[in-house]
Nanobody, 122 residues
């Protein structure tokens, strides 16, 4: 069992940047592949980015490619999502998630955080 807590959300103007953090407790984050998802009001939760346990493999949604960067610091038990060139359509609750196997697929995760709100104003 691992507990995930997101932080770093907030209000930012279009074109700005935010860095989200996901702190893990209970078990070491290096045991899990990690991902970021988001959900805007009235929409389904969507995949944003993922990183393998070692950090050697990353995966991005088309909407995040080139603007967002996922990274991890296993020594700090933390995963990050650096978001640049933010757009109003990036407004959503952002969730961190963990899974035991990269092979589970983009949407299949074992553990989820509570989310952090990101609001991008135009």
């Amino acid at each position: 069992q691992v507990t995930l807590v997101e932080s770093g959300g907030g209000l930012v103007r279009a074109g700005g940047s935010l860095r989200l953090s996901c702190a893990a407790s209970g078990r070491t984050v290096r045991d899990y592949a990690m991902g970021w998802f988001r959900q805007a009001p009235g929409t389904e939760r969507e995949f944003v980015a993922a990183i393998s346990r070692s950090g050697s493999t990353v995966d991005y949604a088309d909407s995040a490619e080139g603007r967002f960067t996922i990274s991890r610091d296993n020594a700090k038990n933390t995963v990050y999502l650096q978001m640049n060139s933010l757009k109003p359509e990036d407004t959503a609750v952002y969730y961190c998630a963990a899974k035991r196997s990269w092979a589970l697929g983009r949407m299949n995760y074992d553990f989820w955080g509570q989310g952090t709100q990101v609001t991008v104003s135009s």
